[in-house]
């Protein structure tokens, strides 16, 4: 017992900076945001270790870790993801409402569409069939299939 009273009461301003470094560094290893709020926590502790004794560290440490976390993920984390859309996985939801080319005759309701340098694979919105050349406008996506109506 005597012992984890020893280390308790080593805690100073040095170990709170250096658990908030490692969690930082734990935070860009995962990039979930979840560990950035403990960073926070010891941190702020830190400012606090020269002030108090080791039993409001660790509470102060205790409840700014989950205001923090209450806090940051539903104010915070919101403002980071917030225009982050780049549409670079998701570049078929663009194609909406573009013109596209049938590239070669629809069987049964199924082709392909072309839309500059990229063919897509395409249906019809009502099964219909379209001829190689003509003219159609996507309508909707369905997973990476495009649906297509006439133009």
Known sequence: MDIILTALDSLNIWWWLGLAAILLVAEVVTGTTYILW???????????????GWPVELLSFAVFGVIFLILGDRFVKPLLKSGTE????????????????????FTEG???????DTEWSAKTADGSDLAEGASVVV???DGTRLIVKPA
């Open 86 to 105: 780049s549409g670079l996985n998701t570049r078929a939801t663009y194609l909406v409402g573009e013109r596209v080319t049938v590239v070669g005759g």
């Open 139 to 141: 309508a909707s996506l």
């Open 38 to 52: 403990p960073a926070a926590a010891a941190f702020v502790t830190a400012l606090l270790a020269s002030f108090v």
């Open 110 to 116: 199924r082709g392909r569409v072309r839309h500059g």
